[in-house]
């Protein structure tokens, strides 16, 4: 149950970031609810899994697929650049962001 | 342009981190008020660095001061212990967040070469 909740807070964390580069270029009611709202909800199922869950692992699971979803979704949607600097650069944050949390 | 824009990514991780402080100590209602409201002002650089630079280097920097942010807040304030596993991975993080500086500088320019 608990690691339902991290996955759902991970998918409006995709929404929030698809909010944020919508606003960010145009802003719009739309595009700040999306932005705003996926944020706020993907903060409300991820401290209702810590119920359920060590919060150092929830953490780190949330944040790591959050970051990680972000960035592919800029990537592949967005088009943003794929180089592969950039790619190796995002997978070190990854790496140690999801790392760092577990050690929390 | 570019500078602006990574004074704002500077004012959004910033703002983050006095948002995470409050969350860890706040202990009355009124607590959240001021919490509300930097978390609001961090919001408004965050969208303005975006506006600027790719989403995904921004929101993965603002996710890696935050990190780093936390774990030494834990160290500073919260009398934990900084293990050698932690430090290893702030030094993976700040590796993470200058490559991505750095290849997000060269993407900038070889797109303004080819007349983006």
């Given at each position: 149950m608990g690691w339902l909740y991290v996955f759902l807070a991970a998918g409006f964390e995709f929404a929030g970031v698809a909010g944020l580069n919508k606003y960010s270029k145009r802003k719009t009611l739309l595009s700040g609810a999306v932005y705003l709202g996926g944020f706020g909800l993907s903060f409300l199922f991820l401290y209702t899994s810590f119920k359920y869950l060590q919060v150092s692992t929830a953490y780190a699971v949330w944040i790591g697929i959050g970051t990680a979803g972000a960035v592919l979704l800029n990537m592949f949607f967005f088009g943003e650049s794929k180089s592969l600097s950039r790619v190796a650069s995002l997978a070190l944050i990854i790496i140690g962001v999801v790392g760092l949390k577990a050690l929390s | 342009m570019m500078q602006k824009a990574w004074f704002y990514v500077a004012a959004t991780s910033f703002f983050e981190l006095v948002w995470i402080f409050g969350f860890n100590t706040?202990?009355?209602?009124?607590?959240w008020i001021p919490i509300v409201a930097f978390i609001l002002v961090d919001f408004h650089f965050l969208t303005k660095a975006c506006a600027a630079l790719p989403t995904g280097t921004v929101y993965a920097i603002f996710a890696a001061i935050g990190t780093i942010g936390t774990a030494l807040m834990d160290v500073l304030f919260f009398g934990q212990t900084l293990s050698g596993g932690k430090l290893f991975f702030i030094a993976v993080l700040v590796a993470g967040v200058i490559g991505l500086k750095l290849a997000d500088g060269r993407d900038e320019k070889t797109q303004t070469e080819g007349g983006n």
């Open positions: - | 706040a202990s009355e209602w009124w607590h």
